[in-house]
Structures are given as C-alpha cells and as structure tokens.
C-alpha cells in the first residue's frame, strides 16, 4: 500500500493505555477486500466508517489512496480510545468521534465534512467487545449481565429483571430466533422472584436446563443472547435510522456498503436496496403506488460472503453478509416503513400503526 497505512496489523487489538482488562482477541476485519472494493477506497475521497472497532476497516481505507479522509465512529468509548494512536498516525486524515451511527448527520456537521464518497457499517459486537468478559456479552466467561456498547442506557439485567414476560419472550423469539422463547421467559420471571439475574452464568445456567443441544450445536444461550444484545443496543433501530441517514449524506456515486452477521439485519439492507432501487414489489393491495424513489442503484450481486480462505482464517465471517449500493442524483426519500417495520417488536409494531391510524387505544 506504501501510504504510511498498511492493511497488516489493522487486526491489533487495542492500545496499552485502553481501560479494559486482559487480552482481548484481536479482532480481524471481516470481508475487508470486498468492502474497499464496494466503496471505490482506491479512487480517493471523503468515507465515513459508522463501526470503528479496532480500525480494521478504517486503516485500510487510509492506506488505500494518500488522499482519502476518513470520519470514523464507535458508540464504545473503549473503541475510540483504542483508536486514538491511528489518528496520530493520520496527520489529520482521520476524525474519531463516539457516537451512534444513527447520529452519522449530526457527527459529519461538527467534524466539518460535507458530502461522503463511500460510507461503511459493519453490524455487531467487535471480538474485543465478546471476548471481555466484563462488557457480559459473553455466555463462556461469568461477568456482569450488562451487554451495552456505550456506557449508558438499559442493560440486559435490566430487561430480564423487570420487563414483563411478553417483552422478554418477544425479544428472544424476533431478535434471537428462539423457538423455546416463551417457555425460558416463563422461568425467567419464576426465577427472578428468588434472586434477580446479575451474571451472564446465571442467565447461562437457566438457558441451559430449558434448551437441550446435542454434541456440536451452538451453546444453547447462543440465541438468547444475540436477542437481548440487539435490544438492548436498539441494534436494528439503530441500523434502520443509519441507512436512512447513509442517503441523505453520500453525494451522488457515492457508495454504501453494510456488513451484517443477522438474517433481520441483511433483510432491512436488502429492503431498503430493494425499495431505493425501484425493486421493491409494494403491497398488491395497496391502492395507489407511489413511484419509488431511486436514489440508489444496484451493480452486481449481492450479498457477498467469505470465501474459504477466509473462512479458514476467521471463523467468525462464517455468518457475514455484504451488500452495497451505489447513490444516484435523486433525492433522498421519505421514511421506508417496511425497513422499520422488520426493526420493531409486534408490539411496538402494533402500536406504531394503531398511533398512525389515529386511534392509539393503548
Ligand atoms: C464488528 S465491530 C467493527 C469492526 C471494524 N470494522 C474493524 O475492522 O475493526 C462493530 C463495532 O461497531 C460498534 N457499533 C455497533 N453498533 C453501533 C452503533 N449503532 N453506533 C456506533 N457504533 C456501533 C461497536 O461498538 C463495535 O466496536
């Protein structure tokens, strides 16, 4: 690459003076060729990477033309002091921020960028973030039942000891796929009457006696804890607002690509392609279709996964999808329902529609 930046080493886990505990697997960046392929890295410009990390992403983009500037944002405060030697590394060409990537808008404004020639999310927790077991995103090692990329906000012991049954079965049946949702929400309520949930063993243990696997399955808490990490982070929220906003910032030829790891997340990316493109099949039922707003344009085929190469060497891309679309002159659209519909529980999905039938009974 020979910019001061090389793809090698963009794995290492993070700097010394982080205030995190152990030796965090370093996390290896997933699909990293294709994704700077998808955004055009190589032809120079303004790029925006939504999901930091450990700077995997954005090194590579730095190191794929002199002239690139990156924005780079993480909502784990950890993630953006880890990354602070690669800004002083970037003379200027790198702005680290902690925020959401949903606040992509508000970021770009206060760093001074205007329009992005490639923007990037790449979904989910960072193998730093699983592998402490502190953050208690972990089933494997007993820490805190916390599960909060940022510092603030609801935690997983939060939602298990006081959301109601419904809530908490809702949650790991839509987010996790659990077919066994209703019936581990049942004992954890009976549990939590005895002794509230504060361990990730704890919630671990109760998984276990309920969901029965045989020699080579997943652990059975596997499900369980996706679902109540995509609640408690807004993950799909999260990635429905970001895709909205990825429109209104990418200036035309711009490019979006999104790395997703969940069937939920990889459908609301190829929703909104689909409708922003003019694919969208809308309802048969509706009256009046309104003429699709094409405000991206869709080459090649999509989605893209790891090879067997890759595979081999990080077996965590086993579940990585890749999907991008490139922007067109046409102005950004209104809200795409159907993608926030696919982030909603039924039940905000209920009261979401009956408020905007105007009869909100609830
Ligand atoms: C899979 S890792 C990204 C790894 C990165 N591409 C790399 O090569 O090192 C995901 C990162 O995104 C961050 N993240 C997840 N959701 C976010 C959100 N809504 N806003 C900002 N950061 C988010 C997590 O804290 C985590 O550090």
């Given at each position: 690459m020979g910019h001061g930046f090389s793809t090698k080493g963009a794995d290492g886990g993070p700097a010394d003076h982080v205030s995190v505990p152990s030796n965090p697997a370093p996390h290896i960046p997933v699909l990293l060729a294709e994704?700077?392929?998808?955004?055009?890295?190589?032809?120079?410009?303004?790029f925006l990477d939504g999901t930091f990390g450990a700077g995997g992403y954005t090194r590579a983009i730095l190191g794929a033309n002199p002239a690139n500037r990156v924005l780079a944002l993480d909502r784990d405060p950890n993630a953006i002091?880890?990354?602070?030697?690669?800004?002083?590394?970037?003379?200027?060409?790198?702005?680290?921020?902690?925020?959401?990537?949903?606040?992509?808008?508000?970021?770009?404004?206060?760093?001074?960028?205007?329009?992005?020639?490639?923007?990037?999310?790449?979904?989910?927790?960072?193998?730093?973030?699983?592998?402490?077991?502190?953050?208690?995103?972990?089933?494997?090692?007993?820490?805190?039942?916390?599960?909060?990329?940022?510092?603030?906000?609801?935690?997983?012991?939060?939602?298990?000891?006081?959301?109601?049954?419904?809530?908490?079965?809702?949650?790991?049946?839509?987010?996790?796929?659990?077919?066994?949702?209703?019936?581990?929400?049942?004992?954890?309520?009976?549990?939590?009457?005895?002794?509230?949930?504060?361990?990730?063993?704890?919630?671990?243990?109760?998984?276990?006696?309920?969901?029965?696997?045989?020699?080579?399955?997943?652990?059975?808490?596997?499900?369980?804890?996706?679902?109540?990490?995509?609640?408690?982070?807004?993950?799909?929220?999260?990635?429905?607002?970001?895709?909205?906003?990825?429109?209104?910032?990418?200036?035309?030829?711009?490019?979006?690509?999104?790395?997703?790891?969940?069937?939920?997340?990889?459908?609301?990316?190829?929703?909104?392609?689909?409708?922003?493109?003019?694919?969208?099949?809308?309802?048969?039922?509706?009256?009046?279709?309104?003429?699709?707003?094409?405000?991206?344009?869709?080459?090649?085929?999509?989605?893209?996964?790891?090879?067997?190469?890759?595979?081999?060497?990080?077996?965590?891309?086993?579940?990585?999808?890749?999907?991008?679309?490139?922007?067109?002159?046409?102005?950004?659209?209104?809200?795409?329902?159907?993608?926030?519909?696919?982030?909603?529980?039924?039940?905000?999905?209920?009261?979401?529609?009956?408020?905007?039938?105007?009869?909100?009974?609830?």
């Open positions: 994704v700077l392929a998808a955004l055009g890295a190589e032809a120079g410009g303004d002091a880890g990354g602070q030697a690669l800004v002083a590394e970037g003379s200027g060409r790198l702005v680290l921020a902690e925020t959401e990537f949903s606040c992509m808008e508000d970021a770009a404004r206060e760093a001074g960028f205007g329009a992005f020639d490639g923007i990037v999310l790449d979904i989910g927790v960072s193998s730093m973030q699983l592998d402490q077991a502190l953050r208690g995103f972990s089933f494997r090692q007993d820490g805190p039942l916390d599960m909060r990329m940022a510092a603030e906000g609801e935690s997983a012991a939060d939602i298990v000891n006081h959301a109601s049954e419904t809530r908490i079965a809702d949650i790991l049946y839509h987010y996790g796929e659990e077919r066994l949702s209703r019936l581990i929400a049942r004992a954890i309520v009976t549990d939590r009457k005895a002794k509230p949930f504060e361990t990730t063993r704890q919630l671990a243990d109760l998984i276990g006696r309920i969901v029965r696997t045989r020699p080579g399955d997943i652990h059975p808490a596997t499900r369980s804890f996706q679902a109540l990490r995509i609640a408690v982070n807004d993950e799909l929220g999260e990635l429905a607002r970001a895709l909205h906003a990825a429109e209104r910032l990418l200036k035309p030829g711009g490019r979006l690509a999104v790395v997703s790891f969940h069937s939920l997340e990889d459908r609301m990316v190829k929703v909104f392609f689909a409708a922003r493109s003019g694919r969208g099949g809308g309802s048969r039922y509706a009256p009046v279709q309104a003429a699709p707003v094409t405000s991206f344009r869709i080459e090649g085929k999509w989605p893209v996964t790891a090879g067997e190469a890759e595979l081999a060497a990080n077996p965590r891309a086993r579940s990585a999808k890749l999907r991008a679309a490139i922007r067109t002159e046409t102005a950004p659209g209104d809200e795409e329902t159907s993608v926030f519909a696919l982030a909603s529980l039924p039940d905000e999905r209920a009261s979401a529609s009956r408020a905007k039938k105007g009869r909100g009974r609830r």
